[in-house]
């Protein structure tokens, strides 16, 4: 298992400032936002509705540029690379994971998880064996062969982890993973995640509302007035209340 105290970051994000023109207005979302993470470690994310949690992750995956501020992966500084290098790096280094699944629903679970590897350019054979082995280690040997519409919204949701991780990111990014499903499934799907983030060591930032989950993660970061704070998940609680 990695030492996450002694590990240098994977993911860190320094002085991140960003805004969005509101008529004439500029709204502020980011004021200064620093985080780390490292290898194998889960990162909770909390914050009220319209904090700015989403935005903060499409920042950190890469999918928008911040007014100020670094994006630093594995030491290096993906605000000041092309757009055709940021595009590079987000495939190989970065996976994502919704609250809604976005899964392809013409293909089955296996085809959902081996498209993003045979573009990465794996072969098809060892892009199907990834495959299925991650699939397998989810709960879904024996579903592989199922499209989206044949399965449930936790198994969906759970093909859909195995996508963001099927290129062997070094970071994960999920956005309310499993705010569409009901407690028991959320408690299931989000248990085989973690196992997930520990067995392949990738350094995953989990924004959620579910305080329980929260609480299994192995710190909570939250998000207020354009800064992330560091915090007990039992004050968060409090806080939440």
Same mark, same amino acid.
């Given at each position: 298992?990695?030492? *996450?105290?002694?590990?240098? #970051?994977?993911?860190?994000?320094?002085? %991140?400032?960003?805004?969005?023109?509101?008529?004439? @207005?500029?709204?502020?979302?980011?004021?200064?936002? +620093?985080?780390?993470?490292?290898?194998?470690?889960?990162?909770?994310?909390?914050?009220?509705?319209?904090?700015? @949690?989403? *935005? %903060?992750?499409?920042?950190?995956?890469?999918? =928008?540029? #911040?007014?100020?501020? &670094?994006?630093?992966? $594995?030491?290096? $500084? +993906?605000? @000041?690379?092309?757009?055709?290098?940021?595009? *590079?790096?987000?495939?190989?280094?970065?996976?994502?994971?919704?609250?809604?699944?976005?899964?392809?629903?013409?293909?089955?679970?296996?085809?959902?998880?081996?498209?993003?590897? *045979?573009?990465?350019?794996?072969?098809?054979?060892?892009?199907?064996?990834?495959?299925?082995?991650?699939?397998?280690?989810?709960?879904?040997? $024996?579903?592989a062969d199922h499209r989206p519409g =044949?399965?449930?919204?936790?198994?969906?949701?759970?093909?859909?982890?195995?996508?963001?991780?099927? /290129?062997?990111?070094?970071?994960?990014?999920?956005?309310? #993973?499993?705010? /569409?499903? $009901?407690? #028991?499934?959320?408690?299931?799907?989000?248990?085989?995640?973690?196992?997930?983030?520990?067995?392949?060591?990738?350094?995953?930032?989990? &924004?959620?509302? /579910?305080?329980?989950?929260?609480?299994?993660?192995?710190?909570?970061?939250?998000?207020?007035?354009?800064?992330?704070?560091? =915090?007990?998940?039992?004050?968060? @609680?409090?806080? =939440?209340?």
């Amino acid at each position: 298992m990695v030492d *996450t105290l002694q590990a240098a #970051p994977v993911l860190r994000l320094e002085n %991140l400032v960003h805004a969005y023109a509101q008529g004439d @207005k500029q709204i502020e979302i980011l004021r200064g936002a +620093c985080a780390s993470l490292r290898a194998g470690e889960a990162v909770g994310l909390l914050g009220p509705s319209g904090a700015g @949690k989403s *935005t %903060l992750l499409h920042i950190a995956g890469l999918l =928008e540029r #911040p007014n100020g501020g &670094a994006v630093f992966i $594995d030491g290096v $500084d +993906c605000v @000041k690379l092309s757009d055709a290098e940021r595009t *590079t790096m987000r495939r190989s280094e970065i996976g994502f994971v919704f609250q809604f699944h976005h899964l392809l629903r013409d293909f089955s679970a296996l085809e959902n998880v081996v498209l993003p590897q *045979t573009i990465y350019g794996l072969s098809n054979s060892e892009a199907e064996r990834r495959g299925r082995q991650l699939l397998q280690s989810l709960g879904l040997g $024996d579903r592989a062969d199922h499209r989206p519409g =044949e399965l449930s919204g936790g198994e969906q949701q759970r093909v859909a982890i195995a996508r963001a991780v099927a /290129n062997g990111p070094r970071v994960l990014l999920a956005d309310e #993973p499993t705010g /569409n499903l $009901d407690p #028991p499934t959320a408690d299931r799907v989000f248990e085989q995640l973690l196992s997930l983030v520990r067995q392949s060591g990738v350094a995953a930032l989990i &924004a959620t509302h /579910n305080l329980e989950l929260a609480a299994r993660m192995d710190r909570v970061l939250r998000l207020m007035d354009g800064l992330l704070m560091e =915090e007990d998940v039992v004050v968060a @609680k409090i806080v =939440e209340v």
